[in-house]
T-cell receptor, first 112, second 114 residues
Framework: GNSVTQMEGPVTLSEEAFLTINCTYT??????LFWYVQYPGEGLQLLLK?????DKGSNKGFEATYRKETTSFHLEKGSVQVSDSAVYFC???????????FGKGTHLIIQP | DTAVSQTPKYLVTQMGNDKSIKCEQN?????MYWYKQDSKKFLKIMFS???????INETVPNRFSPKSPDKAHLNLHINSLELGDSAVYFC?????????????FGPGTRLTVL
């Protein structure tokens, strides 16, 4: 079956630090990959996505590259801000499927 | 304008009651979904509807029944509520399912069963 594995955290960093949140997946075929972000008390917002191997998704300073050879989609940001504090979810959409398969979420805390 | 909206935002009820959560999307999407987020933040698909047809049911108890009066609405009805049903329920919608397009999520409904 399909699955997504990501570090659960909490991950605590100082402002302006470099961020990496690891995400690896198992899926049949070639899925589309997503990062969603959930700010406290809010719903999920799409952060970025990639639909094929070697694609790089980017948004708001965040980046992730679809690596088929390592089945990974790690999230990175060069300099985090306090406002980036949230829960980040890696997810996949398998070909022919309709529902997203989510990782367990990574709680990110940025301290000033 | 809100793309995907849900009501109510909070729902507190007693065990054994029947309740409904409403969802509406104004994006013109063909497919709508319900997800459950448990106390540990884990998200899991419950249902999806495409053109009024149920196309996913992920081993959800039959006490849960999605109802879609039209393409823009997918309501979730829950019978005989149990303590374990306490969670945040998210509605979502997308165009062209399975082609890699994003799903747009509503703000969530926090259900607490006492």
């Amino acid at each position: 079956g399909n699955s997504v594995t990501q570090m659960e955290g909490p991950v605590t960093l100082s402002e302006e630090a470099f961020l990496t949140i690891n995400c690896t997946y198992t899926a049949t075929g070639y899925p589309s990959l997503f990062w969603y972000v959930q700010y406290p008390g809010e719903g999920l917002q799409l952060l970025l996505k990639a639909t094929k191997a070697d694609d790089k998704g980017s948004n708001k300073g965040f980046e992730a590259t679809y690596r088929k050879e390592t089945t990974s989609f790690h999230l990175e940001k060069g300099s985090v801000q306090v406002s980036d504090s949230a829960v980040y979810f890696c997810a996949l959409l398998a070909r022919g499927a309709d529902g997203l398969t989510f990782g367990k979420g990574t709680h990110l805390i940025i301290q000033p | 304008d809100t793309a995907v909206s849900q009501t109510p935002k909070y729902l507190v009820t007693q065990m054994g009651n029947d309740k409904s959560i409403k969802c509406e999307q104004n994006l013109g999407h063909d497919t709508m979904y319900w997800y459950k987020q448990d106390s540990k933040k884990f998200l899991k698909i419950m249902f999806s509807y495409n053109n009024k047809e149920l196309i996913i049911n992920e081993t959800v108890p039959n006490r849960f029944s999605p109802k879609s009066p039209d393409k823009a609405h997918l309501n979730l009805h829950i019978n005989s509520l149990e303590l374990g049903d306490s969670a945040v329920y998210f509605c979502a919608s997308s165009a062209n399912p399975g082609t890699g397009v994003e799903q747009f999520f509503g703000p969530g409904t926090r259900l607490t069963v006492l």
